[in-house]
């Protein structure tokens, strides 16, 4: 029997791609057991509708922005994020769902909790919610939340007492790729060098952090042969301000768009510098160190999570990337630092998360 799975998620340039690009990585391991992927989203400015299909799943638009976002609810802190109120939204998604009764349903959206699932529950025989935050209730089978210094007892009140909880980052959502290369680039960094920097702040950047790095770069002392790699969104809404200051700078800098292969770039890369997302697993499967940019709010945690472990070291405020990679690049003990960071990093995560999360997803259906 073909396992039937919806994904209830959005892409914007407010919300970023992260969400979507998560879901899509569990979408393909589904796809690879049987199972039929169906995407519901809205499409956002810098949705990911057409790449959704474009990977072989099933992708249906909601309707565009409804409400003007100073009109809506604030029901979460997130709610601006939907376009629309929860429950406009749930009886929209029922809609697209009809009659039909998928096996699970997945909810990834900051924007959506307790009263929208319960109202999606007669359309799904198993619930499952992907969340960073823990700041909401749900009505879910299972949950995930892969953040470094999280805790079951987080959901505790939040989630039904007989929900299953994947908590931490040996549940983060990454693509195999990233386990596959685990053993050589930690190999590679055995001898720690400084020739490829790698800047990545997620697929939209929408207040240009990626400009601002590269400013703060042109005011180090860089080593004469350090090459540097941009990684944008297609969808950036800076991409061509980046592409024009690449040419600008010192050193060599690549600016590359939207790319398939960011576990071989990661793996040959000798430092990262890059928001406090999701790329944040990656890096830390593949044993890269980072230094993190926090760029909302909710990474802070996260972002701190990492430097309590050594795992990573972050700058707070996007003002101060300047003086603090000044200082970062300047520093006499910058190879042994970059040594610890990396060995630290790889620690965090072995890169199996979605193995894991699929033993539990497909447990009553094999």
Same mark, same amino acid.
């Given at each position: =029997?073909?396992? #039937? !799975?919806?994904?209830?998620t959005?892409?914007? +340039?407010?919300?970023?791609?992260?969400?979507?690009?998560?879901? /899509?990585?569990?979408?393909?391991?589904? #796809?690879?057991?049987?199972?039929?992927?169906?995407?519901?989203?809205?499409?956002?400015?810098?949705?990911?509708?057409e790449?959704? #299909?474009? #990977?072989?799943?099933?992708?249906v @638009?909601?309707?565009?922005?409804?409400? @003007? +976002?100073e009109?809506?609810?604030?029901? &979460?802190?997130?709610?601006?994020?939907?376009?629309?109120?929860?429950?406009?939204?749930?009886?929209?998604?029922?809609k !697209? /769902?009809?009659?039909? +009764?998928?096996d699970? /349903?997945?909810?990834?959206?900051? *924007?959506?909790?307790?009263?929208?699932?319960?109202?999606?529950?007669?359309?799904?025989?198993?619930?499952?919610?992907?969340?960073?935050?823990?700041?909401?209730?749900?009505?879910?089978?299972?949950?995930?939340?892969?953040?470094?210094?999280?805790?079951?007892?987080?959901?505790?009140?939040?989630?039904?007492?007989?929900?299953?909880?994947?908590?931490?980052?040996?549940?983060?959502?990454?693509?195999?790729?990233?386990?596959?290369?685990?053993g050589?680039?930690?190999?590679?960094?055995?001898?720690?060098? =400084?020739?490829?920097?790698?800047? &990545?702040?997620?697929?939209?950047?929408?207040?240009?952090? %990626?400009?601002?790095?590269?400013? *703060?770069?042109?005011?180090?002392?860089? @080593?004469?042969?350090?090459r540097?790699?941009?990684?944008?969104?297609p969808?950036?809404?800076?991409?061509?301000?980046?592409?024009?200051?690449?040419?600008?700078? @010192?050193?060599?800098?690549?600016?590359?768009?939207?790319?398939?292969? =960011?576990?071989?770039l =990661?793996?040959?890369?000798?430092?990262?510098?890059?928001?406090?997302?999701?790329?944040?697993?990656?890096?830390?499967?593949?044993?890269?160190?980072?230094?993190?940019?926090?760029?909302?709010?909710?990474?802070?945690?996260?972002?701190?999570?990492?430097?309590?472990?050594?795992?990573?070291?972050?700058?707070?405020?996007?003002?101060? +990337?300047?003086?603090?990679?000044?200082?970062?690049?300047?520093?006499?003990?910058?190879?042994?630092?970059?040594?610890?960071?990396?060995?630290?990093?790889?620690?965090? %995560?072995?890169?199996?998360?979605?193995?894991?999360?699929?033993?539990?997803?497909?447990? &009553?259906?094999?």
């Open positions: =029997m073909m396992l #039937r !799975v919806a994904f209830r959005d892409a914007s +340039v407010q919300i970023g791609t992260g969400h979507v690009m998560r879901c /899509l990585t569990l979408a393909d391991a589904l #796809r690879e057991r049987g199972a039929e992927c169906r995407f519901i989203c809205r499409p956002h400015a810098g949705n990911l509708l790449l959704i #299909r474009q #990977r072989g799943h099933i992708a @638009p909601l309707p565009a922005l409804e409400v @003007p +976002v009109q809506l609810p604030a029901t &979460t802190a997130h709610s601006a994020w939907l376009g629309t109120d929860w429950a406009h939204d749930a009886q929209q998604t029922l !697209v /769902l009809s009659d039909d +009764v998928v699970w /349903l997945i909810v990834d959206h900051y *924007a959506l909790e307790q009263g929208w699932e319960q109202t999606l529950r007669p359309s799904c025989r198993r619930m499952m919610v992907i969340d960073d935050l823990a700041d909401r209730h749900h009505d879910c089978d299972l949950l995930v939340d892969q953040n470094l210094g999280r805790e079951a007892e987080d959901y505790t009140g939040l989630i039904p007492a007989q929900a299953t909880c994947l908590i931490g980052p040996r549940y983060a959502l990454l693509r195999p790729e990233f386990a596959q290369l685990r050589a680039s930690l190999a590679r960094r055995h001898s720690v060098e =400084m020739k490829q920097l790698l800047i &990545t702040m997620g697929g939209v950047d929408k207040d240009n952090a %990626t400009g601002l790095v590269l400013q *703060a770069l042109e005011a180090c002392a860089l @080593p004469q042969d350090l540097i790699t941009v990684v944008m969104g969808y950036a809404p800076w991409l061509q301000d980046v592409q024009a200051h690449a040419q600008r700078m @010192p050193r060599t800098t690549q600016v590359l768009v939207g790319v398939s292969d =960011m576990a071989r =990661m793996a040959e890369s000798d430092l990262a510098i890059g928001a406090a997302g999701g790329t944040a697993w990656e890096r830390c499967c593949l044993g890269l160190p980072s230094v993190v940019l926090v760029l909302a709010e909710n990474q802070l945690a996260g972002a701190e999570a990492f430097k309590a472990q050594g795992a990573a070291v972050y700058v707070q405020n996007i003002a101060d +990337v300047e003086s603090y990679l000044r200082g970062f690049f300047a520093s006499d003990d910058l190879f042994e630092l970059l040594g610890r960071l990396g060995r630290a990093a790889a620690m965090v %995560t072995d890169g199996q998360g979605i193995p894991r999360i699929m033993t539990e997803i497909l447990g &009553t259906y094999e």
